[in-house]
């Protein structure tokens, strides 16, 4: 089959409102999110149906034309940005974005793979029910990438990853055919569980085109605390401290750096230090309860009083509104975007054993530290997960251009160092094209190898995202 | 290599204390623990360490001999059971029983596939901590075959099946190499999520020889009540109402017949009916809290209240006391062998969108009873999960072995009922040899070949587990 009658097929497939082939219409599609990569497809489409998404797919696997799966294009490791062959096909889910139902008594919802988090979540909450996936592109990223990077964010605490979420999915093969694994089942025992498969395979294994979510019960009290502590291992005894006393009332534990709340101060001029005076390190805390009422704040003080009198932390301050529970939020969620002002910086997405992760923090700043003098670390993330965002900004005064020669000596040692602790050096964003090389330092060959193994017996001709996560 | 070669080399590997070759001792290991199929293995392997399994399967391997992996033999499925050839090797993992480590503060747990799940309950209470896999078998089951069969048990509406515990895993591969997957991260998306294959694979794909499993803070508090209610279509408004109003603090919400309490009774001289009268279904629902005090109690106590006040229950009894909570939990728990004493029966593990439970219920009764008048329903199970073990004891007087001639009609009646409801015909027992027919009328010849492709891919020669799962 020539390129020209693979597109004259897919047009027909899809109707010229589904297919995109100038590329002058290319860059929302052929460009990631940070835009770190820039790919040229051969052509974009766009699928309205579960069908047309496998009549696609099945166009594609007889010319053995690669397909790149696309969401929101929120990705932060590039799996969703074609190469720049010119050969690949990106195959973007935005116009599959029905919520094809809510059964609020078993606790689900079924939607496809390209509607908005947000408005997912919006949708369980008209029905009294919480989905919990939260993350900060959640205003435009889609349930089909959160589902194949397996999103993390801020509630995995409590609820887990997307992987944790999900009960069913539908899957288009790479061979066009459609596999139906839509079940709204807590328990299903008859066989592999395959879905697990799709779920954090980027696309590589197929395309997620529709899943069945696991919703909660809507919490309907909050308590919300900015807690400043000495440093990190203090962190760590007032996280087993609230864990022991708040269960699973405990909702959000994030940690960040006081280097972190200056560039937000520095950058946002609405926000406000949460202190008169300014700390080395603070946790953002939240407690969430099904009961109504002032259980979930007496709660989070008697645990801050009795941290605060035995030395744990320094200071505590519980929001005594909504309003201010989300000025004390956006002092954790625009700590990116204020890096970002202060310009590029080497960003790592790492995991540790949540008992080693202070260790891990002062071992690595140090040896940072000697090899990259000046170095200034923006250090965050969801303690509660042992995930951190731990950054690298580059010492006042350096040339962007100049620091970011150094990304390879600083990327080796930090994810070195994860290594050496037992961590993830992607803990939630994946490996994509970014970490793709990166992985084989630290992956065992036989670890690759059984990847290798599902990926040839599910894909033989490999035309799932190829150069993606393998 | 002739077999008596194999054996010699076994020996050599794992000692003669390793190796039972004499067929006098194979029963307990050569018999199901429902005494369903009776095997005749070629021999009877228990390794001591995880190098032992993988020098055995890979000798194993080498020959083309087939490898059963068994861990407590209480599997309901006859999994873990050898076929009757006297050709295949029963690898017994009960000799791998170290509990390896605790992290308490990262809330996890190394243990060997060996430790019998109650040892391994109690070394997490003793570290302060909750491991909350329940089930009967917990006092002689290991874990090992727990995650082998995904198990489910009573605490799954709060803390999932076994799949949901595991943050690692350590497997020996059909071809004898280890794959170290012990990692105790809560978020890591570095490639495919190479443990979720092996867990509830029936020993199919690879051995599991240990894993790291999620604890959970220790509740410091329990509610434990009796409900008395018209229908299950009243337990599904009440389990509504109790998940919205306690979130996570409920724990347990088992549903059972006032025949199935009426077995009990009879079988159970030191049960004890809840309510002085008798009522048609009972729900045994518990709340615990990482609270301690009477929080759970009250909250138990005013859900209750308002569904009595609303009719949607018809009476209820609150635990005063830990002795009377373990007495109401014994009504659940001896139900199964309460059935066994009144003689055989037709039992059925399935799970059903909740809220589509009574009406499955409903019809499915009214089907058996045109198709075999007289049949008594066994009805209990995990309502909160909407599974059920759906169980049909013979009409009264009718001799057990005539009864054994309907289990097929009854099942394909039971069965595709199930289907019909978009449900499942092994909700947390697996296929084993049991199911390994019927589920083929259930499950897509796609999801069947998917299953077959990924079998194919990681163990080419199919020495694990053969005439299992597939």
Known sequence: MKMRSLLDEIRIIVGPAGLI?????????????????????????????????????????????????????TGLCGAATPDASGSQIVLNLSRMNRLRGIDARNNTMTVEAGCVLANLQKAAEEAGRLLPLSLAAEGSCEIGGNLSTNAGGTAVLRYGNARELVLGLEVVLPSGEIWDGLRGLRKDNTGYDLKQLFIGAEGTLGVITAAVLKLFPLPKSRATAVVALQNPEKALTLLDRALGACGERLTGFELFSDFCLSLVLKHFKDAAAPFPRRFPHYVLMELSDTQPGEG???????????????????????????????????LREFISEAQAHEGPNIKHD???PIARIAEFISATDAELARA????RMVTFGHLGDGNLHYNVSPPEGTAPDVFANESAPINRIVHDSVARFGGSISAEHGLGQLKREEIRR???PLELELMLKIKRALDPYGIMNPGKVL
Chains 1, 2 share one sequence.
């Open 350 to 352: 790492v995991s540790i």
């Open 296 to 330: 979930a704040r007496t709660l989070a003080e008697s645990v801050l009083e009795a941290a605060l009198e035995e030395e744990v932390i320094l200071d505590a301050a519980v929001a005594q509104s909504e309003t201010q529970a989300r000025a004390f939020w956006s």
């Open 21 to 73: 082939t100038s590329p002058h219409e290319f860059a929302p599609y052929a460009t990631d999110w940070r835009k770190r990569y820039v790919g040229k497809p051969l052509a974009v489409v766009r699928p309205a149906s579960t069908a047309e998404v496998a009549r696609v797919v099945r166009t594609c696997s007889e010319a053995r034309t690669a397909i790149v799966p696309q969401g929101g294009n």
């Open 372 to 375: 990259h003098p000046g170095v």
């Open 442 to 444: 630290y992956k065992s």
